[in-house]
């Protein structure tokens, strides 16, 4: 019977379990790294026709919502119902133009030996627009109460609230919806203002915003028609999101909170 070193077996022991412990550790770590990736901004299309759209359409809205400002205050129910197709129609073409659909940018599965390659041509952009729009404003009540748990009117002004929230979740969240889909790890890093500054973030953080600082004159005794419910909050909507869809697109691209 051969005679066996305590001390060389309990060498090589630590040894072999010093190797299995360096080996598993930075393989854990890589594996954890990749499972939550760190959200990066969007960037626009490099194509002419997205560079001319992304300030073209963005200039177009605003004349439009210039146009339409004496209609607003006179009538501001009937003048919101009817402007919220067109910022739709507006939206949905500078997400066709101007941004990438959600799925576009992952890397296409290799096919296994003997298996045909199939001919995928991405994600159908049409139906991505019109499920942007279908989950934008699903978040409409949301943002119904949010106003107001902010202090908007309670009992009166019903359709004026929801419609203003209809405009903010067209405008802002439209794009977010297009560029990120559903993907929960993108939404968390959203709403908890983690995400980068992009157009698409820049855009909401504008909006939201402009829509708080649109409230201030509300309460003054100014006795202006433009300050009776919700005027000044849509004008302060629209000047947020075009101020931070600029910026985010431009000056602070990339930049986190």
């Given amino acids: 019977?051969?005679?066996?070193?305590?001390?060389?077996?309990?060498?090589?022991?630590?040894?072999?379990?010093?190797?299995?412990?360096?080996?598993?550790?930075?393989?854990?770590?890589?594996?954890?790294?990749?499972?939550h990736p760190q959200l990066q901004p969007t960037q626009i299309l490099s194509t002419q026709a997205a560079q001319t759209a992304r300030h073209a359409l963005p200039a177009l809205q605003a004349a439009i919502f210039i146009f339409r400002f004496k209609s607003l205050v006179a009538d501001p129910l009937s003048t919101m119902w009817s402007?919220?197709?067109?910022?739709?129609v507006i939206q949905a073409a500078y997400a066709l133009v101007c941004l990438p659909v959600a799925g576009s940018s992952r890397p296409s599965r290799r096919p296994r030996p003997g298996e045909k390659k199939k001919d995928s041509g991405g994600p159908n952009v049409i139906v991505a627009v019109l499920l942007s729009l279908l989950l934008s404003l699903s978040i409409t009540p949301f943002f119904h109460l949010a106003m107001i748990l902010f202090g908007a009117p309670l009992l009166t002004h019903l359709q004026h609230t929801l419609l203003c929230a209809a405009h903010l979740a067209v405008l802002a969240l439209f794009p977010l919806f297009y560029v990120h889909g559903v993907d929960p790890a993108a939404w968390l890093a959203v709403a908890g203002f983690q995400a980068p500054l992009d157009e698409t973030f820049g855009g909401l953080v504008g909006a939201v915003a402009g829509a708080w600082l649109g409230a201030v004159p509300i309460p003054l005794d100014w006795d202006r028609e433009w300050q009776k419910w919700p005027v000044t909050i849509l004008c302060g909507v629209y000047t947020g999101y075009f101020v931070g869809k600029l910026l985010g697109g431009t000056v602070v691209f990339g930049r986190r909170f």
């Fill in 1 to 35: 019977m051969p005679l066996i070193d305590p001390v060389t077996m309990s060498s090589s022991v630590t040894k072999a379990s010093k190797g299995q412990s360096g080996t598993s550790t930075p393989k854990d770590g890589s594996n954890l790294s990749q499972s």
């Fill in 83 to 88: 402007t919220l197709p067109v910022v739709a």
